[in-house]
Nanobody, 123 residues
Framework: QVQLVESGGGLVQAGGSLNLSCAVS????????MGWFRQAPGKEREFVTA????????YYADSVKGRLTISRNNAKNTVYLQMNSLKPEDTAVYYC????????????????WGQGTQVTVSS
């Protein structure tokens, strides 16, 4: 069973930064597409960003382009989300997800999910 553990969430003022990490168990990490999604209270889970196994292809939601950056270190089985210029509307639980079947923007593309980490941006 693949396990994903997110860390790095917290409370930050608008305009601040956070760096989320997601550690993935197992030996197949480099073959997985990895995605970050978020879910705010009362809203559906939404796509944030995703990266292919070799980092050649990256997708971003329009709402985060230029502010959030995804990266991965295959030697450490870890994917990162650098979050800059944060806004109150970025407040949500952030989930990382692993996709053995390929890269995509839909939650259904991903087979394995972490428990989530809370990000709260105060105005």
């Amino acid at each position: 069973q693949v396990q994903l553990v997110e860390s790095g969430g917290g409370l930050v003022q608008a305009g601040g930064s956070l760096n989320l990490s997601c550690a993935v168990s197992g030996s197949s990490f480099r073959t997985y597409a990895m995605g970050w999604f978020r879910q705010a209270p009362g809203k559906e889970r939404e796509f944030v960003t995703a990266i292919s196994g070799g980092s050649a292809t990256i997708y971003y939601a329009d709402s985060v382009k230029g502010r959030l950056t995804i990266s991965r270190n295959n030697a450490k089985n870890t994917v990162y989300l650098q979050m800059n210029s944060l806004k109150p509307e970025d407040t949500a639980v952030y989930y990382c997800a692993a996709g053995p079947r390929g890269l995509g923007r839909q939650p259904s593309t991903y087979d394995y999910w972490g428990q989530g980490t809370q990000v709260t941006v105060s105005s």
